[in-house]
């Protein structure tokens, strides 16, 4: 069965400063997407980031990027100059394109200290 | 602009209450699914439908029904409420069934208190 493991369920981090959350998954597809999810306060779900498992190269968006290690089956991610409003639960999640489930890991709340 | 729409936003029931948990999305996604969040368990997938007519189970199931009359429309009923159904649930749909790399797009959530 596939599973998401996020060991931090806590993280804090220093206004404009780099911080990393980690997520591993364990999975025998080779084919497989990878998300990650922010909730802030407002309990709204938000699409972050994602990554297809066949690219070598690492996704990035703006100030958030991933280090995807495939055989390690390791996937976290990269916050860049932290701002106020990154503040939230962050959510790791995996898809097989053969099945219809995602796959959640139990979240990582980041709080940002001004 | 919609997306997905949940209602209510919030409720409370006693226990054995029934209630339908609605949604309904304008984006013409064929999937669409419900989700459980608890502290500490995530998100886990009650029930999916991969178009209208077609629903299937996912890993948390029992207690809850749904159905998929049209695309749009993806109800979530609770027959015999129980305090362990207290929860947030999410509506999320996205497009296409399988071969995609589409994301879920999410409802805003609803508080279920069952008391």
């Known amino acids: 069965a596939q599973t998401v493991t996020q060991s931090q369920p806590e993280m804090s981090v220093q206004e404009a400063e780099t911080v990393t959350l980690s997520c591993t998954y364990d999975t025998s597809e080779s084919d497989y997407y990878l998300f990650w999810y922010k909730q802030p306060p407002s309990r709204q779900m938000i699409l972050v980031i ?3 498992a066949y690219k070598q190269q690492n996704a990035t968006e703006n100030r958030f990027s991933v280090n995807f290690q495939k055989a390690a089956k390791s996937f976290s991610l990269k916050i860049s100059d932290s701002q106020l409003g990154d503040a939230a639960m962050y959510f790791c999640a995996y898809r097989t394109p053969a099945r219809n489930q ?7 709340s980041l709080t940002v200290i001004p | ?7 209510p936003k919030f409720q409370v029931l006693k226990t ?7 949604c309904a999305q304008d984006m013409n996604h064929e999937y669409m699914s419900w989700y459980r ?13 991969v178009g209208a007519g077609i629903t299937d189970q996912g890993e948390v199931p029992n207690g809850y029904n749904v159905s998929r009359s049209t695309t ?5 009923r609770l027959l015999s409420a129980a305090p362990s159904q207290t929860s947030v649930y999410f509506c999320a749909s996205r497009a ?6 589409g994301e879920l797009f999410f409802g805003e959530g609803s508080r279920l208190t069952v008391l």
């Open chain 1, 50 to 52: 994602r990554q297809e």
């Open chain 2, 96 to 101: 296409g069934t399988t071969r995609n790399t």
């Open chain 1, 102 to 108: 995602f796959y959640f890991g139990t979240g990582t």
């Open chain 2, 16 to 22: 054995g209450q029934s209630m339908t948990l609605q």
């Open chain 2, 37 to 49: 969040q608890d502290p500490g368990m995530g998100l886990r997938l009650i029930h999916y439908s």
């Open chain 2, 1 to 7: 602009n919609a997306g997905v729409t949940q209602t």
């Open chain 2, 72 to 76: 749009e429309d993806f109800p979530l």
